[in-house]
C-alpha cells in the first residue's frame, strides 16, 4: 500500500494524475473542482515528471487539447464539473468516433442551466447515454470515497487504453470537496516515445512515415455502417468490465441501489433500517457504463422491492428497472437542487414507497 | 536534323518541376480552380525540402480542407469545426519536437473557431497556422463567412451582405498580428506564378520559425472559390484582384525574425 495522506478529492485527482505517469492535463476552472488544476499547477509536475499541464480558455479548448493528445498515443486527462462537461460534448463525440484514449473527470453539480455549485448527480443521463452526438459510449467509473478518486485514476486510464475509448470519472461536488485518508498509489514514470511507439505505433500521430491519420469522418455510408458496428463490438465486450460492490445484500429482503455520495448515504440508512428489523443491503454500481446489469438482475430479482437512491430527480432508477426486467418493484428516492439526502430521508422513503407501497 | 527520342530528354537533369513525393497520388476533389490544391502542394514541397516529413503532424479544419489528410503523406489529425489550434497546442506541447500546423478555413478560423485561434497565437504556441481565406463557407454550399465582403452574394446573403444585417468583414488577421505570442503575420495569394512562390517563402519561413521556437506563425492565403462565388475560375481570380485584395491587403503585417535575431530578442524582451 503507497503512502497515507489526509487530503481533499480534488487534490488527490491531481496527485494521482501526476503519479499515474500522465502526460497532460488541460482544464478550464470551474466550481466545485477548481482545486484540481489549481494543486497541479502548485505542484509544478514538469519539473518533477514533465507533464505538461495548461490553463485552457474554455473547456470546448480543453477537450479538443484532450483530442489532440490522444491522438499521439499520449496519456491526457481534463477535468470539469457540469456546465463545463456539457461544453466538452462535441469534443467527448470525436474522442469516441475516432477511438481515442482519455480521462475527463466530471466532478458534477446541480443544473440545469448554472443551476448550484453544490453536489449533484444530475449528469446521469449525460454521461451514461452518450451526451454527445451519434451512437457512442463512455467508460464510467464513479468513485464514492477519497481513495477511489486515487484508485480510479489508474483504472480509468487503464480501460480507456484497452478500448481506445473515453473513459468519465463521475465524481460529484461532495467527494470533490471532501477530505478523507487516502493511500496514494506509488509513482509510474510516463511512458517515453519509444514505449508509446510499441503500444500505439499501430494509430497514433507521433510523427512517423506510416501516414497514421486519426478522424471520425467517412462519407461512405457503406463504411460508415461498419465503422458504427465496429464501435457497437467494441461496447458489447466491454460488457465484462462492470463492477458494482454489493453491501449486506445476501439476507437482505430490500435493496438501495445508489452510486457515488448517494451510495454512503444508504450504508447508514441500512444500519438504520436494520435496527429496526428490516433487512435492507446496497447495491452500488462502481462502473455506470457499463452498468452492471447481470449482477444486478442475480441480486435484486431476489428482493421484495428496490430503491433507486440518486441526487437527481430519478434517472439511473430506468436502468434499474431494466436490469430486473420490472420484475420487482422498483421506485426512485432523491433530493435535487444539490441537497445530499439524509439517512432519515432514504429509510423513510423505502417504508414508504417500497415497504408500505407492496 | 537527327530525331529527338522521349528518352533523351526525359533525364533528372532535364526536370525543371516534379510533384512533390509528400503529395499522394490520390484525385484531389478540390473544385478546378479552387485555391486549397496549390496551398496543399505548397505545404508539402516546404516539408519535403526541410526532410521533416517524419516529423510532422498537420491538423485539418472541417470545411473543404477537411480532407487534406488524404493528400499529403504525414501523419494528420482531423479537428472539429474550428478547433485545429487547441489539438495543435495539445500535440506541440506533448511533442515540442516535432513540426505542428494547422490548415483552417475563414469560417472555421474566423467564426466558430475565433477563440481557439486568439488564444493560440496569443500564448505564442509554436505552431504554424495556414489559413485559407475564401470569403465564403466552402463546403456547405457558399453560406457568408465571417470574411465575406460587404455586398457580396451567398446563400445566406442572397442580396448581398449587409452591414446592418449581418455586420462587418473580420479582418481576423490584423487582429492576430496585434498578439505578442505571433512571430510572423503575413497575408499571401496563390493566383498568379510569382505569387505562388512568394507564398511557399512565407510557409518556408513559418516552419523554419517554428523550428527556431520562435512563437506562432500565421500565413493568411487569400483565395477563390469559383463554386461557391458561382464564377469560372479564371473570373474568380480576376474578382479576388479587384475586390478582395483591396480589403485584405497583400503582403507581411508582422514579421518580428526579419533583421536579425538581436532585434527578435529586443522585442521579445519588449513584449514581455
Ligand atoms: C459544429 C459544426 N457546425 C457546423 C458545421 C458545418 N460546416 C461544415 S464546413 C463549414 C464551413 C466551412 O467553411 P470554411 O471554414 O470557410 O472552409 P471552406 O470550405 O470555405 O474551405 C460548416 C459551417 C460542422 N461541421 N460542425
Ligand atoms: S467549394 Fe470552393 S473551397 Fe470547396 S473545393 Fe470547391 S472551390 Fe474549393
Ligand atoms: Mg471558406
Known amino acids: 500500500m503507497g503512502e497515507l495522506r489526509l487530503m481533499k478529492g480534488n487534490e488527490v485527482l491531481a496527485e494521482a494524475a501526476i503519479r499515474a505517469g500522465v502526460d497532460g492535463y488541460f482544464g478550464y476552472p470551474i466550481t466545485p473542482q477548481s482545486e484540481v488544476m489549481e494543486t497541479l499547477m502548485l505542484r509544478k509536475p514538469w519539473e518533477e515528471t514533465g507533464m505538461v499541464v495548461l490553463q485552457a480558455e474554455s473547456e470546448v479548448a480543453s477537450i479538443n487539447m484532450v483530442y489532440g493528445g490522444a491522438a499521439c498515443g499520449k496519456k491526457v486527462m481534463t477535468s470539469s464539473s457540469s456546465p463545463g462537461y456539457s461544453l466538452m460534448q462535441e469534443g467527448i463525440s470525436y474522442l469516441a468516433g475516432a477511438e481515442l484514449p482519455c480521462v475527463i473527470i466530471n466532478v458534477s453539480r446541480g443544473g440545469p442551466g448554472l443551476g448550484t455549485i453544490q453536489p449533484s448527480q444530475a449528469d446521469y443521463f449525460q454521461v451514461t447515454k452518450g451526451g454527445g452526438h451519434g451512437d457512442y459510449h463512455v467508460i464510467a467509473l464513479a468513485p464514492n470515497s477519497v481513495q477511489e478518486m486515487s484508485d480510479f485514476m489508474t483504472l480509468a486510464f487503464d480501460l480507456a487504453f484497452k478500448y481506445r475509448c473515453p473513459a468519465v470519472i463521475l465524481s460529484d461536488g461532495a467527494i470533490g470537496q471532501m477530505m478523507e485518508k487516502v493511500y496514494l498509489s506509488d509513482f509510474v514514470p510516463r511512458r517515453t516515445e519509444e514505449q508509446i511507439r510499441k503500444d500505439c505505433g499501430e494509430w497514433c500521430t507521433l510523427g512517423s512515415k506510416r501516414h497514421n491519420v486519426i478522424t471520425s469522418l467517412e462519407l461512405d455510408s457503406v463504411v460508415m455502417e461498419q465503422r458504427n458496428i465496429a464501435l457497437m463490438k467494441k461496447y458489447a465486450e466491454m460488457q465484462k468490465e462492470a463492477r458494482y460492490e454489493a453491501y449486506m445484500t445476501d439476507d437482505a429482503d430490500y435493496l438501495f441501489v445508489a452510486f457515488g455520495t448517494a451510495s454512503r448515504i444508504c450504508k447508514k440508512s441500512i444500519e438504520m433500517a436494520r435496527e429496526k428489523g428490516i433487512k435492507a443491503g446496497l447495491f452500488r454500481p ?73 | 536534323m537527327a530525331e529527338i527520342e522521349l528518352k533523351d530528354i526525359i533525364k533528372e537533369e532535364n526536370i525543371v518541376y516534379k510533384k512533390s513525393n509528400i503529395i499522394l497520388d490520390r484525385t484531389m476533389h478540390y473544385c478546378p480552380g479552387c485555391s486549397h490544391g496549390v496551398t496543399h502542394k505548397l ?26 489528410y488524404n493528400y499529403l503523406d504525414i501523419d494528420w489529425q482531423e479537428a472539429a469545426h474550428g478547433r485545429a489550434p487547441a489539438v495543435a497546442t495539445a500535440i506541440k506541447r506533448l511533442l515540442p519536437d516535432k513540426y505542428v500546423f494547422t ?16 488564444h493560440a497565437c496569443n500564448r505564442g504556441e509554436h505552431i504554424v497556422c495556414i489559413f485559407v481565406n475564401n470569403a465564403i463557407y466552402g463546403m456547405t454550399g457558399g453560406q457568408m463567412a465571417p470574411t465575406t465582403l460587404v455586398g457580396m452574394k451567398t446563400a445566406t446573403t442572397p442580396y448581398g451582405r449587409d452591414i446592418d444585417r449581418n455586420g462587418y468583414p473580420l479582418k481576423i488577421t ?19 506564378a510569382a505569387a505562388v512562390r512568394k507564398t511557399k517563402k512565407a510557409i518556408r519561413k513559418a516552419f523554419e520559425n517554428q523550428r527556431d521556437k520562435k512563437g506562432t506563425s500565421f500565413i493568411e492565403v487569400v483565395s477563390t472559390c469559383n463554386s461557391g462565388w458561382k464564377v469560372d475560375p479564371v473570373k474568380a481570380n480576376q474578382w479576388m484582384r479587384d475586390h478582395m485584395f483591396k ?12 533583421d536579425n535575431p538581436a532585434d527578435y530578442e529586443q522585442y521579445i524582451k519588449e513584449e514581455k
Open chain 2, 247 to 258: 480589403f485584405y491587403p497583400l503582403g507581411d503585417m508582422k514579421d518580428a525574425t526579419r
Open chain 1, 286 to 358: 462502481i462502473t455506470l457504463y457499463p452498468f452492471p446489469t447481470k449482477a444486478l438482475y442475480e441480486i435484486g430479482t431476489k428482493m421484495k422491492g428496490i430503491l433507486s437512491v440518486e441526487m437527481n430527480a430519478g434517472q439511473m432508477v430506468e436502468d434499474v428497472k431494466l436490469a430486473v426486467e420490472c420484475k420487482v418493484p422498483v421506485e426512485w428516492a432523491g433530493r435535487n437542487g444539490g441537497i445530499i439526502p439524509s439517512p432519515d430521508e432514504v429509510l423513510e422513503a423505502l417504508e414508504t414507497k417500497i415497504i408500505g407501497g407492496k
Open chain 2, 103 to 118: 490548415y483552417q478555413g475563414d469560417g472555421d478560423l474566423a467564426s466558430i473557431g475565433a477563440a481557439e485561434i486568439l
Open chain 2, 43 to 68: 505545404v508539402a514541397e516546404v516539408i519535403e525540402d526541410m526532410g521533416i516529413q517524419d516529423q510532422t503532424i498537420g491538423v485539418s479544419p472541417v470545411g473543404c480542407s477537411v480532407f487534406a
Open chain 2, 174 to 192: 490584423e487582429l492576430i498580428a496585434q498578439l505578442p505570442g505571433t512571430c510572423y503575420v503575413t497575408r499571401q495569394s496563390v493566383d498568379t
